[in-house]
């Protein structure tokens, strides 16, 4: 896929996130393309589950939840993706949890070359594809909707048999005396598995997340190398993180 067919389909979720519907003769015409450029964009998309086509246009499935995350915080996101892609070298061996702060950080490695990705993010293989320096494994298991990740036994079982340098975890919320949470348990398993098999393990997170507590509580900050956000975080939020021995950078 090209680049410039991937920042067309980025586009277009995102003006589904807003209106909820697409009509293919506007987007052509906003977009600057012809329409059968725009119908071919939307059968892609269709067929990856990301959009429901409509006589003359398309509307939005149920993975407009992730779309609506996608859309939230954006410069924020890629700056702290950014940042955790800087600590990931040439022939480096990772793991990438799910989430869509987690995912970006594939597209900063564009660069790297011969590194081995092992994940259950969906997101993650979405935007890998188009960079040959990676090899991606997807760990398989059930697939949730909701998060774009695949859990559950098999995909713990896939983890416990690779060893990496680095992991990378998303949350839902974190704060230095609940620790990292997340919103559902099979969730919190992968993050646990993953944990276990990193030499580092990196939360990256945006700092709306912070002070904010999911259901499930997945580890004490503790067990993390450290944490990677941005520059919302407050001064007192920030010297609590840094009070608990983990490793804070703020971009």
Same mark, same amino acid.
């Given at each position: 896929m090209s680049i410039e067919r991937t920042g067309r389909e980025t586009r277009i *979720?995102?003006?589904?996130?807003?209106?909820?519907?697409? &009509? &293919?003769? +506007?987007?052509?015409?906003? *977009?600057?393309?012809?329409?059968? +450029?725009i119908r071919t964009d939307l059968r892609g998309l269709e067929e990856r589950? *990301?959009?429901?086509?409509t006589h003359g246009g398309a509307e939005a499935t149920g993975y407009r939840n992730v779309l609506e995350r996608q859309l939230q915080h954006v410069a924020q996101k890629d700056r702290i993706a950014a940042a955790a892609a800087e600590l990931v070298q040439d022939n480096d061996l990772i793991m990438i949890e799910a989430g869509t702060t987690c995912a970006q950080i594939v597209t900063h490695l564009g660069g790297r070359r011969g590194v081995q990705v092992l994940t259950n993010s969906t997101l993650v293989v979405q935007h890998a594809r188009v960079y040959p320096g990676l090899t991606v494994i997807l760990t398989g298991g059930s697939f949730n909707r909701t998060s774009e990740s695949m859990v559950g036994s098999v995909a713990l079982? +896939?983890?416990?048999?690779?060893?990496?340098r680095l992991a990378f975890f998303g949350t839902d919320g974190f704060t230095a005396g609940r620790g990292l949470t997340t919103g559902f348990a099979d969730g919190a398993e992968v993050i646990r598995a993953m944990k276990s098999r990193a030499a580092e393990s990196w939360l990256v997170a945006d700092s709306s997340k912070y002070s904010h507590a999911g259901f499930v509580s997945v580890m004490d900050l503790a067990g993390l190398t450290g944490v990677i956000t941005d520059d919302g975080l407050d001064a007192d939020s920030r010297n609590d993180l840094s009070n608990s021995g983990l490793s804070v950078r703020i971009v």
């Open positions: *979720l995102g003006r589904l996130v807003r209106d909820g519907s697409l &009509v &293919v003769g +506007t987007l052509a015409r906003d *977009l600057g393309v012809s329409e059968v +450029t589950g *990301l959009l429901a086509r079982r +896939t983890i416990e048999d690779f060893n990496v």
